[in-house]
């Protein structure tokens, strides 16, 4: 049994500590949604962290280009700084909703469940994106190519869609922003 758990460590490392990443970050996240810091005006935040999802979504591609074309060191350093625009994503996304009141979809009829139906999709999918990253990335980063290219297949067009539908969410509330 011993060296079943060994071998499982060598072929998947950091395991562990992905799961609970996965569960940590979406449980701070929501924790932090009920946490009001009052006295802040961070309100030019979402059109930036739009941005990062939108920056997000055209280097993706542009990763799976480079590494389509053989180029994996541009590859990897386009990964990384999708993790990095990702991460930042989050943190300023974090800060917007702990120093401003959430903003109420305005738009009426079947748009609204247009929107809603963007809106539940890329949040559940941005939660179950975390672990597909991180085992990717581990994967890659370990040497483990054969199984990385089989994740990536499906955490490629997760991650696409959350940072995609990132921007239309954004773009789609925008008009309802409060006005300073």
């Not at 802040?40 to 920056?55: K, V």
Request: overall charge positive; proline content about 6%.
């Amino acid at each position: 049994m011993e060296h079943v758990i060994e071998v499982e460590q060598k072929k998947e490392p950091y395991r562990k500590l992905i799961i609970a990443l996965s569960v940590v970050i979406p449980v701070a996240v929501a924790v932090l949604f009920g946490v009001k810091v009052p006295g802040y005006d961070l309100s030019f935040l979402p059109p930036i962290y739009a941005s990062m999802n939108g920056i997000t979504a055209v280097l993706l591609i542009a990763a799976v280009v480079a590494i389509k074309n053989g180029k994996r060191v541009l590859h990897e350093r386009l990964i990384k700084i999708c993790m990095l625009c990702s991460a930042l994503f989050l943190v300023m996304y974090v800060l917007y909703h702990m120093t401003s009141d959430s903003t109420p979809f305005g738009g009426t009829g079947p748009i609204r469940y247009v929107y809603f139906v963007i809106l539940i999709s890329h949040i559940l999918l941005s939660v179950i994106v975390i672990p597909f990253v991180l085992f990717s990335y581990v994967r890659a980063l370990s040497g483990n190519f054969a199984r990385h290219r089989k994740l990536a297949k499906v955490t490629f067009p997760i991650w696409l869609y959350v940072a995609v539908t990132g921007v239309i969410v954004y773009l789609m509330i925008s008009p309802y922003y409060p006005q300073h």
